[in-house]
C-alpha cells in the first residue's frame, strides 16, 4: 500500500521544476532570437497564445525578468499557469530552430515559468495597465482558463466584470482536474489575485443558478460561457460500485484536495486520452508498482501526446494495446479487471479504425485500483436557459473568429467549446473572445 509519505512526495515532484537564475541566464542566452520586423519566430508561431517567445527570451539575457514577464502577460493572463501545463514538446519547443538542427530546443516553459514566477510571487504582481471605466458589464461562468483568460482581458479594456464559479476555488480543470505532477495549486492563488488587482470581480462558490449570478447574467451587457465539459461520461461495467474503482476526476480532485485515495500496488487505467497518461503517471508517483492503461486500439490510434505516451513508458506505465474492459472482479472491494483483446476494422466518419472484441479472448489482470479516463460529458443542459444556443457533435456552436455562439450576448470559448483541447488554446479562445466582446460592446448600446 502507499505510504502518506510517498503521496506527499509525490505531490512535490514536478514535471517542470523552476530554473535557478544562473541556468535562467545561460538557457536564455541560448537562443538565437529568430524572426524580425517582417517575420514572427517560429516559436511565436507555434503558441497559440502568441506569446513573443524571443522577446521575453531576450529580456531575460538582458537580466530584465520584469520585462521578459511583461512581454508574456501582454498575451496570456495565465503565462505562469501555462508554463507548467503547456505541452511544449508540440508546440514552441517542438518548432524552435535548434531542435531541428538536431540540437536542444530552448526550454521555454521553463524560462517561462522563471520569468512568470519571479512577477507573481512579489508584493503587488502587476499583469495590465487598466484602461479607464467603461460603464459597460460582462458575467462570466466559470473560472477555468478560459474564463479568467476573457475576464482579465476584458477588465483591462474598462469593463466591469464578475466571474461566478461553483467551486470554492479558481482554475477550472487546473486545479480539480490537471495531475498535481504538472501543477498543484502554485500559480493559481497570485494569478486569481493579480486578476483581481486588474479589476475582476469572482464570486466563488456560486453557480450560476444562484440568484445573485442570475441577476448579474441577466442585467450584463453580454456573457461569457467558459463552463467546461461535465462529469466522466458515464460507461457502466459490472462492478462499477466496488470500492477501489474510481472516474478520473474524482481520483484527481481527491488528490488536489488532500484527500488522496489508496491505490495499492497495482493500478488499471482504462483510457487513451491525456488525462488517462496524467492518471497513470500520477499512480506511479503514488507509490503504485504495476500502471497499465488499457487501450481499445492501438499506439497509432491514441489520442494521447506521442512524447507524453513515450514519457510515461520511461516512467514505468505499461500499456495494453487492442484490449478493453469487461467487468470488474471481487467481492468486498476490487481485486481484478477481466479484459478482452479487440481487433481493428473499418474506419468510422472520424477516419479512426472501430475495434470490435475478439471471441473467447477474456483474461484477468489482478487491480487493487481502476480507473476510468474515458472522457466527459458535454454540457447541453445550456440549452435550457439559454435562448438559442445549438450543440454540434457535443460542441457548443461558436463563430470560430469571436467566440460568438446563436444568441449575440453570449460568447463561449474553452472545453465547452473545443470538447477538451489544451489549456493554451483554451487561453487562445478566451482571449479571442473578450477582443470580440469588446467589439460588439462597441456596436451596440
Ligand atoms: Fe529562440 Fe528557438 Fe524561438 Fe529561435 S525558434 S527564437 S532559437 S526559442
Redesign the pocket.
Known sequence: MASTHHIDAALTRELRPPLSPELALLEADR?????GPYAK???TLACPAGID??GF?AALADGDVEEAAQTIFAENLLGGTCSRVCPVEVLCQG????QHEGRE??A?GSLQRYATDAVLTSDEPRLRERAPATNRSVAVIGAGPSGMVCAGELAALGHKVIVFDEHDEVGGLVRYAIAPYREQLDPLPAEAAALTALGVEFRLGTPSSAPDALEAIAGADAVFLGVGLGADTNVPYPGDDLPGVWNSLPFIEAIKTGTPPRIGREVVVIGGGNTAIDVACEAIRMGAELVTIVYRRTRAEIPAYAHEVAEAEAEGVRFLWLAEPVRFLGTHRLDAVECRLMSLGEPDESGRRRPAPVNGSEFTLPADTVIKAIGQRPRTELTDWIDGIEFDHGALKIDPETGQTSNPRFFAGGDVTNRGASVVEAVREGKLAARAIDRWLSCTS
Open positions: 537562443c538565437l532570437g529568430c524572426g519566430a517560429p516559436c517567445v524571443p527570451v518548432a524552435c530552430v535548434l530546443p530552448i521555454i
